[in-house]
């Protein structure tokens, strides 16, 4: 028998000791504490931030058996359908395209084993109320519903008219250029017994995959001296037979065709559940409507919209926070949270003022994240200046100097013009004078030092009366 | 020291810098106690005392949300780890408070920017990816969520 060494036995006895003194910090789920409960299905595969983090309200559920008759295997098939935390809105640009998209789960469980799809619905029109729509009751919806697979894979794309799909189209390839694709019946019935199904031979509409590009336009003093491009995207949609050309308007981009075209970018801005039918959505419709936005958060950088932009209403901010913009660790989404609580305290224009704040927060935060968090002195010399000098609210010293006029025409283009350009300058002032640190010292912005008594007393007397 | 060898390190000492604050560990105390914090009133510069510590949690994604003033901490059940310790255990434990975690983060942006350069890299607070918050539950037990500095303006 080989002979064990003294030191080896006090090593043996210090690791007893030790595994035992852990053991003892050791508490066992469920007897002495309760842990959350954690949701058994993420979309951590899928590539597009938004996806990867939506929320599933796993407590809204629809649910119905699937006839197992159209399906090559003869088990039964339940599908229960998720509400999402997603809504959002497609936008153009010049405002004559825009309509509300949803996203729901479907879990499509047979025997033990269930499939998880995400289903994005965008309809044909504006007009359907898009937060009582079901995948398992479509109704009168018409349009298009993409079909993603859990590994964030676009499965299929399925075009409806009036609720019946009269297409599927499951092979998804991006095209080099805009070609119509004819729709056709899928060959084993429908995807889901329960699903009214067109039986015709086709013809019902085609599929139209477009092409999307990104370019950024560069002006010297507003003569236009070049583009560049930032990506394309590819994107597929059912259109019915009998759409004709009075249905659709073209889109351009400007410069590119013209300069008497507008721009054509495709804007999708998500709106968290607890943002829609607020007084908060409904100021920032106004927003977007009259073009503000957009018009005015190009004026400090050419690159837009704000990427991956989600918009919600928070209850967790103090009654002192009128809004939080938030960067997600490890995404590209950049939330805005105005505070649940004073909401409907606030008159509209503070509302939009402080939607427009936050909105520059986060396009400073995506200058930031995009560029991998090393910010260069030629491309972006503001944001490099002011974060080289200022550890702390770097952000708000940048805002109070050279935002505040810009801010300021936006809420007088918002409020009608009502009043005068130094009252709307006043009213952009809030929230940009300065903020307590961590360690409890008021840090005071340098453009409100450099105010003088008079227009600090006017400005905070203005703020003041406006509430 | 050779002068090469000097200028490497030089530098290579942003880069450490950086996976020092992303290594290190940082024990935060989250106190259920009527302590406050100074912020500003909306409007204006006048001095507010709000509640110190508050928490949240999302019923929904399970997402609990802890803010000391205006810093905010996140646990998410689907990325961080929770356990729990004796109280016995906690007097070992080398707690930072607020203002010195925010003192690092200050002192790890400089590090970063400590030569002259055209490009300034911007330290965001999740960065800082080793930080556990102790909760007291019972006088003998503290629950220690990991959590994560989120990036936030108001």
């Given amino acids: 028998m080989e002979k064990t060494h003294p030191i080896q036995h006090t090593l043996l006895f210090l690791l007893f000791i030790l595994l035992l003194s852990c053991r003892e910090d050791e508490v066992k789920p469920g007897e002495d504490m309760e842990l959350p409960s954690l949701p058994q299905f993420s979309f951590q595969n899928f590539d597009d931030p938004i996806l990867k983090n939506l929320s599933i309200d796993w407590d809204d559920v629809k649910i119905v058996k699937s ?15 998720y509400s999402t935390d997603l809504s959002g809105r497609l936008t153009l640009d010049d405002s004559l395209g825009s309509k509300e998209i949803s996203f729901k789960l479907l879990e499509q469980k047979s025997s033990d084993t269930s499939e998880y799809f995400l289903l994005k619905l965008i309809p044909d029109n504006d007009s359907i109320d898009m937060s009582k729509v079901s995948y398992l009751d479509l109704g009168g919806f018409s349009g298009t519903v993409h079909v993603f697979k859990e590994t964030g894979e676009l499965y299929a794309v399925q075009g409806y008219i009036n609720g019946v799909m009269e297409a599927w189209l499951q092979t998804i390839e991006p095209q080099d250029e805009a070609a119509g694709r004819a729709a056709f019946v899928p060959s084993v019935g429908c995807p889901w017994s329960d699903y009214s199904c067109s039986t015709g031979g086709g013809g019902a509409g085609s599929f139209v995959t477009y092409r999307i590009d990104r370019y950024t336009d560069w002006f010297v003093n507003e003569r236009y001296v070049g583009s560049d491009h930032e990506w394309t995207r590819y994107h597929t949609v059912f259109v019915p037979t009998g759409t004709t050309r009075a249905d659709q308007h073209e889109h351009y981009e400007a410069p590119h065709a013209g300069a008497s075209h507008g721009s054509a970018h495709l804007m999708e ?18 927003l977007v409507k009259t073009n503000t936005l957009k018009r005015y ?28 913009t938030r960067h997600t ?43 991998n968090y090393s910010v260069s002195i030629n491309d972006y010399p503001g944001v490099y200046d002011y974060y080289s000098r200022y550890k702390f609210n770097a952000q708000h010293q940048q805002m109070a100097a050279h935002y505040i006029d810009i801010i300021g025409q936006a809420l007088k283009e918002f409020d009608g013009a009502v009043q005068s350009d130094q009252y709307y300058d006043d009213i952009a002032w809030d929230g940009l004078m300065g903020n307590y640190d961590a360690a409890g010292n008021l840090v005071t912005t340098i453009a409100w030092n450099q105010l003088s008594q008079t227009d600090k007393n006017r400005i905070l007397g203005n703020i003041s009366n406006h509430k | 020291m050779p ?95 607020l203002g010195s975690l925010y003192k690092k983060y200050i002192e790890a942006q400089e590090a970063l920017n400590s030569y002259a350069s055209n490009t300034i890299r911007i330290l965001f607070k999740n960065e800082f990816n080793n930080i556990w918050l102790y909760e007291q539950v019972t006088t003998n037990l503290y629950i220690r969520y990991q959590v994560q500095w989120i990036e936030n303006i108001e």
Avoid at chain 1, 334 to 354: F, P, Q, Y
Avoid at chain 2, 30 to 35: G, N, P, Q, R
């Fill in chain 1, 67 to 81: 006839h197992p008759s159209a399906r090559t295997d003869s088990s039964e098939v339940l599908l229960s359908e």
């Fill in chain 1, 329 to 371: 660790p490890g995404s590209l989404l950049i939330n805005i949270a105005l505070n649940a609580n004073t909401l409907s305290g606030r008159t509209t224009m503070e509302v939009a003022r402080t939607i427009f704040h936050e909105i520059i927060h986060a396009e400073m935060y995506r200058i930031v994240i995009e560029n």
């Fill in chain 1, 269 to 286: 801005i998500i709106k968290d559940a607890s943002f829609k039918n607020t007084k908060a959505e409904c100021v920032y419709d106004k």
């Fill in chain 1, 297 to 324: 958060v190009q004026k400090f950088d050419a690159k837009f919209p704000v990427a991956h932009l989600k918009f919600e209403l928070s209850s967790s901010l103090s009654s002192t926070t009128n809004g939080q």
């Fill in chain 2, 3 to 97: 002068l090469k060898k000097m200028c490497i390190l030089f530098f290579l000492w942003p880069l450490a810098s950086l996976g020092q604050i992303e290594n290190q560990e940082f024990n935060i105390v989250f106190y259920k106690s009527d302590s406050v914090c100074k912020t500003t009133d909306s409007g204006g510069l006048t001095t507010v005392l709000i509640e110190k510590y508050r928490k949240h949690q999302n019923t929904k994604t399970g997402i609990i949300s802890f803010y000391i003033c205006d810093e905010l901490f996140e646990y998410n059940p689907k990325l961080n780890v929770i356990d729990s310790i004796k109280s016995s255990a906690f007097k070992d434990i080398d707690v930072f408070s």
